[in-house]
């Protein structure tokens, strides 16, 4: 495949969702919603559950619709100021807990409709980089499908960074990189191949730390499938990271988003 077929592929409507994960990962979830100042923004989802029936977990996902009424009530995946606001409160009450963050990212970024602009997308999305890279519990960020702009950035400044192999992180679609560099979005295909945003290509620069396969030589895995399989690799990734002292984590985490 190409690189412009793998975006197609990150922006199917069908591939494993935060709800997908959530239901795959974790028992008795709790979802919070709101985010004590504006509104329940719908493209979040945040919550508490236990892995395994025993272990308490923050799980934080963005969230797209299967059809054009459900996208339209999530905001066809893109956050506005009140989600990230509810998702920074939700990694708060994580810290004071002690529980570890899971960030689930799905988005074509945030939200950037004039409403979104006055009540302070930019210093949210700042904000909650600002908490995220302090935060001493255990963090990890998986890129489901669309990883983009800074709605994306916002939820991974995470101890480690996986990326689905068929998913995309980049800073803006490929139909706006080609609008801007070359005024005419047509050429996404071609800005997508420059771009560097597939999975592979960023483990190469050393922006993510891990891709995940899809699939196996007997096909591709079910939604329900690619869940059951992450949940051991979670898992054992936030023991790791219990090991390490709360000062090493942060320091880790600070040289490595400062190498960028």
């Known amino acids: 495949m190409d690189a412009y077929d793998i975006v197609k592929k990150a922006r199917d409507v069908y591939r494993l969702s935060t709800i997908e994960m959530i239901n795959g990962l974790c028992t008795g979830f709790i979802e919070i919603h709101g985010d004590q100042a504006m509104k329940d923004d719908k493209a979040l989802i945040g919550g508490i559950g236990l892995m395994d029936n025993q272990d308490p977990i923050t799980i934080i996902g963005i969230q797209k619709g299967y059809n054009t009424e459900e996208n339209i009530r999530r905001n066809f995946g893109s956050s506005g100021p009140a989600g990230y606001r509810k998702a920074e409160r939700l990694m708060q009450q994580a810290e004071k807990f002690n529980r570890p963050v899971l960030t689930l990212i799905n988005t074509p970024g945030a939200y950037a409709g004039p409403d979104s602009e006055e009540n302070g997308i930019g210093e949210a999305i700042a904000s909650m980089l600002t908490t995220m890279s302090e935060?001493?519990?255990?963090?990890?960020?998986?890129?489901?499908?669309?990883?983009?702009?800074?709605?994306?950035?916002?939820?991974?400044?995470?101890?480690?960074?996986?990326?689905?192999?068929?998913?995309?992180?980049?800073?803006?679609?490929?139909?706006?990189?080609?609008?801007?560099?070359?005024?005419?979005?047509?050429?996404?295909?071609d800005a997508a191949e420059i771009m560097k945003l597939t999975a592979p290509e960023l483990k190469e620069l050393e922006v993510v730390d891990r891709v995940i396969a899809e699939g196996d030589e007997e096909g591709t895995y079910s939604n329900e499938e690619l869940a059951q399989q992450l949940l051991p690799e979670i898992k054992a990734t936030f023991k790791a990271l219990q090991k390490e002292s709360a000062e090493e984590r942060v320091a880790k985490r600070y040289a490595r988003f400062r190498k960028f």
Do not use: C, H, R
């Open 135 to 189: 935060l001493t519990v255990p963090t990890l960020a998986i890129i489901l499908g669309e990883g983009g702009s800074g709605g994306a950035i916002a939820l991974a400044m995470s101890d480690q960074v996986w990326m689905l192999e068929n998913s995309i992180y980049s800073i803006l679609s490929p139909e706006g990189f080609a609008s801007i560099l070359w005024k005419d979005s047509s050429l996404a295909a």
